[in-house]
């Protein structure tokens, strides 16, 4: 077997797990002989060839932890031809044969264009709390997200009951609603407002008085960041020009990205990131790792970053079926 020298970077939004995932790419590649490089701050660090090699000493203790220890962020100028040249350039002046991308519809929409400009292998993480990926099941940082909003629901719950109002709770979300769906389930909330469906504000206020009318003192309302333009703020003021209610907004931004990943996280993400490594050495390219159930798959990038990801219809359904009961 030919000894393949990898390079990994994190691009675009930073998620909980993204450091489990380098650790398992890291770790399986140096246990199948071959060498890690890794890239400091996404594109950007590709272009300005922040490149170094990485021992399995270089990820250690980082599994429990938030973020990316190779940083991260969002590269205009890997969007022009010139700034791409550049980068693989860099590939090959470090003779990397394969390049492991862990992030987002965008990052990986960055290694698609790459692939114009450089011939090594592309293999894709999908890194993003948005869960937003077509192909697979469950992206790194998602159940870590949806953990840390429910722990804030729970807490805005407290304060709710106790001074009988009706609270929005935003969450991350701009095209996708899998992180207010499942935090509107887990979280008991009587509305769910995601950018997959039109709101209904007329109908929502109904359900909201009807509660009231039976005895309940306080709603929480979770809504997507694109469910409305302008957002839980948006939401509030409509609501309150139908009916002239009082409503409190919690925005809860980017508490989302950050904070210990959870367990289930942790093994997500240090699968993906060892199956990204043998796929690589199998000879694979141009595709992003999933998974389906509990099984690995491979996704084409055209694939993962160009089909809509659909919210569970059955989830959705029990969701409607359950918000708005007094």
């Given at each position: 077997?030919?000894?393949?020298?990898?390079?990994?970077?994190?691009?675009?939004?930073?998620?909980?797990?993204?450091n489990?995932?380098?650790?398992g790419?890291?770790r399986?590649?140096h246990?199948?002989?071959?060498?890690?490089?890794?890239?400091?701050?996404?594109?950007?660090g590709?272009?300005?060839?922040?490149?170094?090699?990485?021992s399995?000493?270089?990820?250690?203790?980082?599994?429990?932890?938030g973020?990316?220890?190779?940083?991260?962020?969002?590269?205009?100028?890997?969007?022009?031809?010139e700034?791409?040249?550049?980068?693989a350039?860099?590939?090959?002046?470090?003779?990397?044969?394969?390049?492991?991308?862990?992030?987002?519809?965008?990052?990986?929409?960055?290694?698609?264009?790459?692939?114009e400009?450089?011939?090594?292998?592309?293999?894709?993480?999908?890194?993003?709390?948005?869960?937003?990926l077509?192909?697979?099941?469950?992206?790194i940082?998602?159940?870590?997200?949806v953990?840390?909003?429910?722990e804030?629901?729970?807490?805005?719950?407290?304060?709710?009951?106790?001074?009988?109002r009706?609270f929005?709770?935003?969450?991350?979300?701009?095209?996708?609603?899998?992180?207010?769906?499942?935090?509107?389930?887990?979280g008991?909330?009587?509305?769910?407002l995601v950018p997959?469906?039109?709101?209904?504000?007329?109908?929502?206020?109904a359900?909201l008085?009807?509660?009231?009318?039976a005895?309940?003192?306080?709603?929480?309302?979770?809504?997507?960041?694109?469910?409305?333009?302008?957002g839980a703020q948006?939401v509030?003021?409509e609501l309150?020009?139908?009916?002239?209610?009082?409503?409190?907004?919690?925005?809860?931004?980017?508490?989302?990205?950050?904070?210990?990943p959870?367990?289930r996280e942790?093994l997500?993400?240090?699968r993906?990131?060892?199956?990204?490594?043998?796929?690589?050495?199998?000879?694979e390219?141009?595709?992003?790792?999933?998974?389906?159930?509990?099984?690995?798959?491979?996704?084409?990038?055209a694939?993962?970053?160009?089909?809509k990801?659909?919210?569970d219809?059955?989830?959705?359904?029990l969701?409607?079926r359950?918000?708005g009961?007094?």
């Amino acid at each position: 077997m030919a000894h393949l020298r990898f390079a990994v970077l994190t691009s675009g939004g930073d998620a909980p797990g993204m450091n489990a995932a380098l650790r398992g790419a890291v770790r399986e590649a140096h246990a199948l002989g071959h060498v890690v490089m890794g890239v400091q701050r996404g594109y950007y660090g590709l272009i300005q060839d922040e490149i170094h090699q990485l021992s399995n000493r270089d990820v250690s203790n980082i599994l429990q932890r938030g973020g990316t220890f190779l940083r991260t962020s969002r590269c205009p100028e890997f969007a022009t031809v010139e700034g791409r040249v550049k980068a693989a350039e860099t590939l090959r002046a470090h003779a990397v044969d394969a390049l492991i991308v862990v992030g987002g519809n965008g990052s990986l929409t960055g290694a698609m264009a790459l692939a114009e400009h450089w011939d090594g292998q592309l293999i894709g993480l999908p890194g993003t709390i948005d869960n937003d990926l077509y192909g697979t099941d469950e992206t790194i940082g998602y159940d870590t997200a949806v953990t840390t909003a429910l722990e804030a629901i729970d807490k805005i719950r407290d304060t709710a009951d106790s001074h009988e109002r009706y609270f929005l709770v935003e969450v991350m979300g701009r095209d996708a609603g899998f992180i207010a769906l499942q935090v509107a389930l887990g979280g008991g909330a009587e509305e769910v407002l995601v950018p997959e469906e039109t709101p209904d504000f007329p109908a929502m206020l109904a359900r909201l008085q009807k509660g009231k009318k039976a005895g309940k003192t306080s709603s929480i309302i979770v809504v997507a960041e694109g469910a409305y333009p302008g957002g839980a703020q948006a939401v509030a003021q409509e609501l309150h020009k139908l009916g002239g209610d009082e409503y409190r907004v919690s925005v809860l931004g980017h508490i989302q990205r950050g904070g210990t990943p959870t367990a289930r996280e942790r093994l997500l993400a240090t699968r993906l990131g060892a199956h990204a490594v043998r796929a690589a050495i199998a000879g694979e390219t141009g595709k992003m790792v999933g998974i389906i159930g509990s099984e690995m798959v491979l996704v084409p990038f055209a694939d993962a970053v160009g089909k809509k990801k659909p919210l569970d219809p059955d989830l959705l359904a029990l969701a409607r079926r359950l918000v708005g009961v007094s």
